[in-house]
């Protein structure tokens, strides 16, 4: 029987890369990235690049599209990789979508011409996305009420879906899915008080802009060919710095922006997580040791306590083992 993989989910800054990497050490393995900004070059420190080796990271040049879709196929190949060499493949990251594509399956929509997506785009520049947006309420209004007037590429998205094949967006998502879920033990790590996660996002964030996040940035700017309506530059913290290269906003409101879009990442993240099935939990205190577990789909329980006395790897395995007697 083969092995489950392991995917070890999380809000950012919940402390899951080094949770992965002490892991991967004691039971030889390799560490497969599940990041939507991290695949792209040029996205280190606002993106929390780990030095640990990924696999995943840094594959697309940040003028590119890389899907949902994209990424569990390259998952699967770096899965089939890494058994093939007798490690054990972990999954780790934030990045909800890639992960439901991998495990859980993404819904059967046909391939759209893309003349018509070029329709689009001419529309919007006349236009505006707003303008579209409202068009998108009109033909399906349930997914529009989950998209920002400006989010481009989602409005884009769904519009497309529906003028190439005359069904709502919404409508292909209720259809039939292919899962894998039985393949993976899927584990959620989180501090078990909100404040302390708040705590770990200002404090990263202090740090992201003490080594280099603005320069960083201006690297992506000053190329000429990157604007905000790809996906690489509408990362957290990379749209905001954007907006202050612009000189829409200053570096304080910049900073103050990241910090409140991060934690609303945080929250959307956790909402994901609240309602994946089967998942485990490990909760952790304001130093990062996994304090309790829980077995039910969010940590909305009291759980057991668990024996943290050491907080190094040898502790944080036998948690992991606790909730993935499968791995």
Same mark, same amino acid.
């Given at each position: 029987?083969?092995?489950?993989?392991?995917?070890?989910?999380?809000?950012?800054?919940?402390?899951?890369?080094?949770?992965?990497?002490?892991?991967?050490?004691?039971?030889? *393995?390799?560490?497969?990235?599940?990041?939507? =900004? +991290? #695949?792209?070059?040029?996205?280190? &420190?606002? $993106?929390?690049?780990? /030095?640990?080796?990924?696999?995943?990271?840094?594959?697309?040049?940040?003028?590119?599209?890389?899907?949902?879709?994209?990424?569990?196929?390259?998952?699967?190949?770096?899965?089939?990789?890494?058994?093939?060499?007798?490690?054990?493949?972990?999954?780790? *990251?934030?990045?909800?979508?890639?992960?439901? =594509? +991998? #495990?859980?399956?993404?819904?059967? &929509?046909? $391939?759209?011409?893309? /003349?018509?997506?070029?329709?689009?785009?001419?529309?919007?520049?006349?236009?505006?996305?707003?303008?579209?947006?409202?068009?998108?309420?009109?033909?399906?209004?349930?997914?529009?009420?989950?998209?920002?007037?400006?989010?481009?590429?989602?409005?884009?998205?769904?519009?497309?879906?529906?003028?190439?094949?005359? #069904?709502?967006?919404?409508?292909?998502?209720?259809?039939?899915?292919?899962?894998?879920?039985?393949?993976?033990?899927?584990?959620?790590?989180?501090?078990?008080?909100?404040?302390?996660?708040?705590?770990?996002?200002?404090?990263?964030?202090?740090?992201?802009?003490?080594?280099?996040?603005?320069?960083?940035?201006?690297?992506?700017?000053?190329?000429?060919?990157?604007?905000?309506?790809?996906?690489?530059?509408?990362?957290?913290?990379?749209?905001?710095?954007?907006?202050?290269?612009?000189?829409?906003?200053?570096?304080?409101?910049?900073?103050?922006?990241?910090?409140?879009?991060?934690?609303?990442?945080?929250?959307?993240?956790?909402?994901?997580?609240?309602?994946?099935?089967?998942?485990?939990?490990?909760?952790?205190?304001?130093?990062?040791?996994?304090?309790?577990?829980?077995?039910?789909?969010?940590?909305?329980?009291?759980?057991?306590?668990?024996?943290?006395?050491?907080?190094?790897?040898?502790?944080?395995?036998?948690?992991?083992?606790?909730?993935?007697?499968?791995?």
């Amino acid at each position: 029987m083969t092995e489950k993989v392991l995917a070890l989910m999380g809000p950012t800054a919940a402390g899951k890369s080094a949770l992965a990497e002490a892991l991967a050490e004691h039971v030889g *393995g390799e560490l497969i990235s599940v990041d939507s =900004a +991290l #695949v792209y070059r040029g996205l280190s &420190i606002g $993106a929390a690049k780990p /030095d640990y080796p990924h696999h995943l990271v840094h594959i697309r040049d940040p003028a590119d599209v890389y899907t949902a879709a994209d990424f569990a196929r390259d998952a699967k190949a770096s899965i089939a990789d890494i058994r093939a060499r007798g490690r054990k493949p972990i999954l780790v *990251g934030g990045s909800m979508l890639y992960f439901r =594509a +991998l #495990v859980q399956g993404l819904d059967p &929509i046909p $391939a759209i011409d893309s /003349d018509i997506r070029a329709t689009i785009e001419a529309e919007a520049k006349t236009s505006g996305w707003p303008a579209l947006h409202e068009q998108l309420t009109d033909v399906d209004p349930t997914i529009a009420a989950q998209i920002h007037p400006n989010h481009s590429q989602r409005i884009g998205r769904a519009l497309e879906v529906f003028r190439g094949t005359g #069904v709502a967006l919404s409508e292909w998502q209720r259809g039939e899915t292919t899962t894998n879920a039985g393949d993976y033990e899927c584990i959620a790590m989180c501090p078990e008080d909100r404040s302390t996660l708040h705590a770990r996002i200002a404090a990263r964030l202090d740090a992201m802009f003490a080594a280099g996040l603005v320069a960083e940035v201006q690297a992506l700017y000053q190329r000429g060919d990157l604007h905000t309506d790809l996906p690489s530059m509408r990362a957290v913290g990379y749209r905001q710095v954007w907006s202050h290269l612009n000189d829409e906003i200053t570096l304080d409101e910049c900073r103050e922006k990241i910090l409140a879009a991060t934690r609303q990442l945080a929250k959307r993240q956790l909402t994901w997580l609240r309602s994946w099935p089967d998942l485990s939990w490990l909760l952790t205190d304001a130093s990062g040791q996994v304090v309790k577990t829980e077995a039910t789909e969010s940590p909305s329980t009291a759980p057991d306590e668990v024996d943290t006395a050491d907080g190094d790897g040898e502790n944080w395995l036998t948690c992991i083992n606790s909730v993935a007697r499968n791995f």
